[in-house]
């Protein structure tokens, strides 16, 4: 299974661009790259996902090399809104069957005024 | 056009106990799969339901079962509940078909094992 590996906690100001990145250096070929947002109390929230290249909506941006053993999401222009945990995961699909999203540790983004 | 809707949101439960969990997915979907969340870690796959059977199972014990209905919503059992098994559960769902969609995420129940 994909081991990611991604910052612990990270500290931005308002108006600010962030990026978070996260390894994940034995992806498999038929892995996507899945970023969730959480709120206390609250379930992930399903922010961007990615197979190679960039992939950019209307939240956030994700860049992901060639050899896509990293990913980058990109958050422009942070509000307070933002302060929340931050999941990088490789979506694996184990046995043919569906894609079972797996969830490390998280990054805690606290945005500051 | 509803989410995912979870209940109940809280929950005190004796060790010892069983406790029955329920989730309706969002419309359209038919997959649903549940998430342990212990404080302050990410989320862990329990076990996914898809036409009514398990189709994938995280490393949890056989204390932890759980039901797909006909209408797609899920229930999630846990039996002889340990002071561990305090938790937010979460239920997710996601579409028809078996790519790597992005899940929905309920917003959980809180579980308290006393």
């Known amino acids: 299974l994909a081991k990611t590996t991604q910052p612990i906690s990270m500290d931005s100001y308002e108006g600010q661009e962030v990026n978070i990145t996260c390894s994940h250096n034995?992806?498999?070929?038929?892995?996507?790259i899945t970023w969730y947002q959480q709120f206390p109390s609250q379930g992930p929230r399903f922010i961007i996902q990615?197979?190679?290249t960039k992939v950019t909506n209307e939240v956030a941006s994700l860049f992901i090399p060639a050899d896509r053993k990293s990913s980058t999401l990109s958050l422009p222009r942070v509000s307070l809104s933002d302060t929340a945990v931050y999941y990088c995961?490789?979506?694996?699909?184990?046995?043919?069957?569906?894609?079972?999203?797996?969830f490390g540790r998280g990054t805690s983004l606290i945005v500051h005024p | 056009d509803a989410g995912v809707t979870q209940s109940p949101t809280h929950l005190i439960k004796t060790r010892g106990q069983q406790v029955t969990l329920r989730c309706s997915p969002k419309?359209?979907?038919?997959?649903v799969s549940w998430y342990q969340q212990a404080l302050g870690q990410g989320p862990q796959f329990i076990f996914q339901?898809?036409?009514?059977?398990?189709?994938q199972r995280g490393n949890f014990p056989d204390r932890f079962s759980g039901h797909q209905f006909p209408n797609y919503s899920s229930e999630l059992n846990v039996n002889a509940l340990l002071l561990g098994d305090s938790a937010l559960y979460l239920c997710?769902?996601?579409?028809?078909?078996?790519?790597?969609?992005?899940?929905?995420f309920g917003s959980g129940t809180r579980l308290t094992v006393v």
């Open positions: 339901y898809y036409e009514e059977e398990e189709r």
């Open positions: 034995n992806i498999a070929t038929n892995d996507y």
């Open positions: 997710a769902s996601s579409p028809p078909g078996q790519g790597p969609y992005g899940y929905t």
């Open positions: 990615g197979y190679k």
């Open positions: 419309s359209g979907h038919d997959t």
């Open positions: 995961l490789v979506s694996r699909d184990p046995s043919g069957g569906s894609y079972i999203p797996t």
